[in-house]
């Protein structure tokens, strides 16, 4: 495959992608307007509430093998140190054994949890819902991770779009036919549909997998410890945030409920931040979602080529790409955070802070795709052991800021925020130590002034009474004209790639 074939090949599974999760996320939106409206407060702190512990567990079944497979394979392919079907076959070996752990464990302590610890019995049978995401996730996860190794990203991401499609229609099926029958029962078959969703996308890639079958290289050997090496440090990461992600509102209810709050104060508070705050806030996270899952196979092969001034150029073009959106979700939010918070949830619960925080969580945007960068070259021990210490961090000041009388209920989101920065901080860092990479402060002035140019277009328009969605679309355009004609965003360059050790 020559180079221009290689570079028109990225181009357009990148572009398949930020599309087909646009749609994803699209559709997403509209299930959750539909969830908040249909289910209201309760059904919602209910659906909040048991996602905590449903990640805890799928992150350990899941063996973290969309992105242990997907460079795997892709290293395999270039250097046929490999063999695909090994990696797969012992990859599914592995999360089969690790899943039916999982649900056995799950299974057994999950009343407990609910009585004791969640302090809420009603999250039972939304929490019982979860069990079969347990056994689905790691076959679901190492069929997307094949096709992205093998460079078939249009597949992964129909993959994706067909799960939510599933995920959509069934949720709102069972959401039609139960409500008569109580929020509890409701929220029970909402979380159900989640499992379904994943039962689609897998029959999905099995149809698909017929006609990019495995390749089996002879003479191989290393697999296993291949996967245990790349997989375990992943997983744990992810574990060891899930676990931290699961500690957050049983830390949050006991402590806040022992200082004096009402308990059902206190998992309101969270169901608004958990559900509505910060969904706002990475509103457009498939953006660089898309862009991490198309580079990672492209960095694994440079990296094995050994070509530097390659991996350079995507973590460039992968900062611009998502610095540029994050902008204009910011600059929009900024003003009219309440305006959007009403239109897309039908409430303006939990706009408090958004004015403040939506510029930082800037680098929420661009944490994304450093993290898949590092991960694709080798370095997930390094994440690993940054991921482990700012998770507990975001605990220890939880705790500290909810003794603190003006913070209080918002604790947990203070202790998320200053945890983001501090992670993308140290990530980032790990990253320019690593690959030598060089930021052009040209850029960071250019990006600097369109962020002042739009602003301050929004603010004028804002002063003339102009409608907001009005006024999203004319500072949109006029930011990505701007990224245009200062070459941030070009076509033609996203499609270049040097290949130059």
């Not at 242990?68 to 290293?75: F, G, M, N, R």
């Not at 992964?156 to 067909?162: F, I, R």
């Not at 998992?267 to 899952?293: E, H, K, R, V």
């Amino acid at each position: 495959m020559n180079k221009e074939k290689i570079n028109n090949t990225f181009f357009m599974n990148t572009l398949i992608i930020i599309i087909t999760n646009f749609i994803v996320k699209l559709l997403g939106l509209i299930n959750k307007i539909a969830l908040t409206r249909m289910l209201g407060t309760d059904g919602m702190r209910l659906y909040v509430l048991s996602f905590p512990t449903i990640m805890l567990f799928i992150s350990i079944s899941g063996f973290s093998l969309n992105i242990t497979i997907s460079k795997l394979v892709s290293e395999a392919i270039v250097s046929r140190k490999y063999s695909p079907k090994k990696i797969v076959n012992k990859a599914f070996l592995y999360t089969t054994i690790l899943s039916s752990v999982m649900l056995i464990l799950y299974l057994i302590f999950l009343k407990p949890l609910t009585i004791y610890f969640l302090k809420n019995e009603d999250l039972y049978y939304p929490l019982l819902a979860g069990a079969p995401l347990i056994m689905l996730v790691g076959i679901s996860d190492g069929l997307k991770g094949y096709f992205a190794g093998i460079k078939k990203l249009n597949i992964t991401s129909m993959g994706n779009l067909v799960e939510q499609i599933g995920r959509i229609s069934f949720s709102l099926a069972f959401l039609y036919i139960m409500l008569p029958y109580g929020i509890i029962k409701a929220t029970f078959f909402c979380l159900l549909a989640l499992s379904l969703g994943e039962i689609c996308a897998i029959i999905y890639s099995l149809i698909k997998i017929k006609k990019y079958p495995l390749a089996k290289y002879e003479n191989t050997s290393g697999e296993a410890k291949a996967i245990i090496e790349m997989a375990v440090p992943t997983t744990i990461s992810r574990l060891i945030g899930n676990f931290t992600y699961f500690l957050e509102p049983i830390l949050y209810t006991t402590i806040l409920n022992n200082l004096g709050y009402n308990v059902n104060d206190i998992q309101t508070n969270y169901t608004i931040i958990d559900a509505y705050t910060i969904p706002l806030l990475t509103f457009i996270s498939f953006l660089p979602m898309a862009l991490s899952t198309a580079m990672v196979p492209r960095i694994s092969e440079a990296r094995a080529l050994n070509k530097t001034s390659t991996i350079h150029y995507y973590i460039r073009k992968s900062l611009i790409f998502c610095l540029i959106p994050g902008l204009i979700l910011s600059i929009n939010l900024f003003l009219f955070s309440k305006e959007y918070m009403h239109i897309i949830y039908g409430t303006t619960s939990g706009t408090a802070y958004i004015k403040y925080l939506t510029f930082l969580f800037l680098f929420y945007y661009l944490h994304i795709p450093v993290v898949s960068i590092l991960q694709a070259s080798g370095y997930t021990k390094k994440v690993f052991i940054t991921s482990t210490i700012i998770n507990f961090l975001r605990l220890v000041l939880l705790v500290i800021f909810s003794f603190i009388r003006h913070i209080g209920l918002n604790s947990v989101l203070l202790a998320t925020t200053l945890t983001m920065l501090l992670g993308f901080l140290v990530n980032f860092l790990q990253l320019v130590k690593i690959t030598h990479f060089k930021i052009k402060f040209s850029n960071l002035l250019i990006v600097l002034l369109i962020f002042i140019i739009g602003l301050g277009v929004s603010i004028i328009l804002k002063g003339l009474k102009v409608p907001f969605l009005v006024n999203t679309l004319i500072n949109s355009i006029i930011v990505i004209i701007l990224a245009f004609w200062q070459n941030l965003l070009t076509i033609a360059s996203f499609k270049k790639i040097r290949f130059k050790s």
